[in-house]
């Protein structure tokens, strides 16, 4: 190695003042660690975390009893009390419950004609269905269901003797047919209440097994 270029070197070795961990500044030593760039694609995860922690904390309250009131955020419109949930409707200013409610029974006619209320559901059903099969073996069968909207929708089926021959009604959500054809009993909804639904049998006879399905 030539004089002028040992000098050099001396020289370059003495100006060097950073390791390669460390960098000296004004304020003194600080690690090369301690100042590299944020990764914007961690950064960015790491926010959408948070935000998803939050939305779930929003959206999963479980209140001590039905919610009232305006929500104070987006992320306040959906409750939950007593295993249901709750959506505020804007339209309105008012909390609908959105889960599913369902309930099963069976009835037979009451005996004598007039009204007939199923209680006990523990809400107010938006739609009910009702199977109903005559007790005579040899008797017809019907399916009926009714809403507000489109009231009874009923269609159903007898043998006549030689034939199964096929029926419908919109005045009627129960129909049990004897064998041959005649009408033994008849039903209609008279309304959905807040804890069940009420028929009126307008004939009655032949204790048909019915078994409801009532849906909120």
Same mark, same amino acid.
């Given at each position: 190695?030539?004089?002028? !270029? ?14 390669? $961990? ?47 009131? +305006? ?11 007593n295993g249901a949930f709750y959506i505020? +409707?804007?339209?309105?200013? $008012?909390?609908?419950?959105? $889960? ?39 008797? =017809? ?14 269609? =159903? ?22 064998? =041959?054809?005649? !009408?033994? $009993? ?8 807040? +804890? ?10 032949? !204790? ?7 849906? !909120?």
């Amino acid at each position: 190695m030539s004089l002028q !270029a040992e000098e050099n070197l001396n020289k370059l070795e003495s100006e060097v003042k950073v390791s390669d $961990s460390d960098k000296e500044t004004d304020a003194g030593v600080i690690s090369t660690e301690d100042s590299l760039p944020i990764n914007p694609l961690l950064e960015t995860q790491n926010q959408n975390q948070n935000q998803q922690i939050r939305d779930i904390n929003g959206f999963v309250e479980t209140l001590s009893s039905t919610p009232t009131g +305006d929500p104070k955020s987006f992320y306040g419109q959906v409750k939950i009390y007593n295993g249901a949930f709750y959506i505020y +409707d804007n339209s309105t200013g $008012s909390w609908l419950s959105a $889960s599913p409610q369902y309930a099963t029974g069976t009835l037979t006619d009451s005996g004598g004609t007039g009204n007939h209320a199923i209680t006990g559901l523990g809400f107010q059903p938006k739609m009910i269905s009702i199977y109903t099969q005559e007790a005579n073996t040899d008797g =017809g069968q019907s399916w009926g269901s009714y809403t507000t909207t489109n009231g009874e929708q009923m269609t =159903g089926k007898f043998w006549d003797g030689s034939n199964w021959t096929s029926f419908s009604s919109t005045v009627n959500i129960i129909r049990s047919i004897l064998s =041959g054809g005649g !009408a033994e $009993s008849l039903a209609s909804v008279v309304s959905l209440d807040s +804890d069940g639904f009420t028929i009126n049998w307008s004939l009655v006879g032949g !204790a048909p097994q019915c078994i409801w399905q009532a849906y !909120a």
